[in-house]
Nanobody, 118 residues
């Protein structure tokens, strides 16, 4: 099992930046992939960014060029640096771990709220 704890959410003005962190209870190098999802009220949860244990990564089109995902193996942490934030980025952000059965059937954190004011 993996316990995940997110931090770093908050209120920011449009155009600003935030850095989210996800701390894992076990070595992230042993986890197939880590991801960040978000869910806004009335919308489906959507994958925002992911990074594999081999270092491959990807982003949703809506955040490409603005968000950067990274892994800190020494701290067993996955970070999401978000820049040039827009009001449509407002959502609850969740960290997820794919430990072999995909994200949906993997492990999830409790989420951290990001609110972007325009």
């Amino acid at each position: 099992q993996v316990q995940l704890v997110e931090s770093g959410g908050g209120l920011v003005q449009a155009g600003g930046s935030l850095r989210l962190s996800c701390s894992a209870s076990k070595s992230i190098s042993s986890i197939i992939a880590m991801g960040w999802y978000r869910q806004a009220p009335g919308k489906q949860r959507a994958l925002v960014a992911w990074i594999t244990q081999s270092g491959k990564f990807g982003y949703a089109d809506s955040v490409k060029g603005r968000f950067t995902i990274s892994s800190d193996y020494a701290k067993n942490t996955v970070n999401l640096q978000m820049t040039n934030l827009k009001s449509e980025d407002s959502a609850k952000y969740y960290c997820a771990a794919n430990d072999g059965e995909g994200f949906e059937r993997g492990y999830w954190g409790q989420g951290t709220q990001v609110t972007v004011s325009s």
